[in-house]
């Protein structure tokens, strides 16, 4: 069994518009993974949007991993680092970036963990709740990507990146 320090990774959006799906189905796909190949320390989480309250569930954390569906011009998929001095104010609070989460944790914890940005590429997006082909290939080389680092124990050698 692998034992990793405080990982979370974190998947939002919603299932119910198609390739908006990606992050709940990178969680899934995640949970069947763990299953088979058990590793302590890894938490898995899952929601419709980031909100404020997402400051606290990180608070607890070494390294985070948000993963969600992109409408951006990237490859695949993309890994960024999230960079919270990028954080600006919302217009609604009911969702909320990334960087937006990491900053109100700095500001309200004294710290933040390691945080990184999983974009997978999506191209449809209509009221189904159905993965376009597309996005099911992307999601396959981004699940690809994420389990080779964390079989590797690169996992972890991000925190000092």
Same mark, same amino acid.
């Given at each position: 069994?692998?034992?990793?320090?405080?990982?979370?990774?974190?998947?939002?959006?919603?299932?119910?518009?198609?390739?908006?799906?990606?992050?709940?189905?990178?969680?899934?796909?995640?949970?069947?993974?763990?299953?088979?190949?058990?590793?302590?320390?890894?938490?898995?989480?899952?929601?419709?949007?980031?909100?404020?309250?997402?400051?606290?569930?990180?608070?607890?954390?070494?390294? !985070?991993?948000?993963?969600?569906?992109?409408?951006?011009?990237?490859?695949?998929?993309?890994?960024?680092? !999230?960079?919270? $001095? $990028?954080?600006?104010?919302?217009?609604?609070?009911?969702? !909320?970036?990334?960087?937006? !989460?990491?900053?109100?944790?700095?500001?309200?914890?004294?710290?933040?963990?390691?945080?990184?940005?999983?974009?997978?590429?999506?191209?449809?997006?209509?009221?189904?709740?159905?993965?376009?082909?597309?996005?099911?290939?992307?999601?396959?080389?981004?699940?690809?990507?994420?389990?080779?680092?964390?079989?590797?124990?690169?996992?972890?050698?991000?925190? $000092?990146?």
């Amino acid at each position: 069994m692998t034992k990793f320090k405080r990982v979370l990774i974190y998947g939002y959006g919603n299932p119910g518009r198609q390739d908006d799906g990606l992050g709940a189905a990178f969680i899934q796909k995640m949970e069947e993974w763990i299953s088979k190949n058990p590793c302590t320390g890894i938490n898995l989480d899952c929601n419709y949007q980031l909100n404020i309250e997402d400051a606290e569930v990180i608070s607890g954390m070494d390294l !985070v991993v948000f993963v969600d569906a992109s409408q951006e011009v990237i490859e695949d998929f993309s890994f960024t680092r !999230v960079d919270a $001095s $990028s954080a600006r104010v919302e217009f609604s609070m009911h969702a !909320v970036s990334p960087a937006f !989460v990491v900053d109100l944790c700095k500001k309200m914890f004294h710290d933040a963990p390691v945080t990184y940005l999983l974009h997978i590429k999506g191209s449809q997006w209509d009221f189904k709740e159905e993965l376009s082909k597309t996005a099911v290939e992307n999601l396959e080389k981004a699940f690809t990507f994420l389990t080779n680092k964390i079989l590797k124990g690169e996992l972890l050698a991000l925190e $000092s990146n």
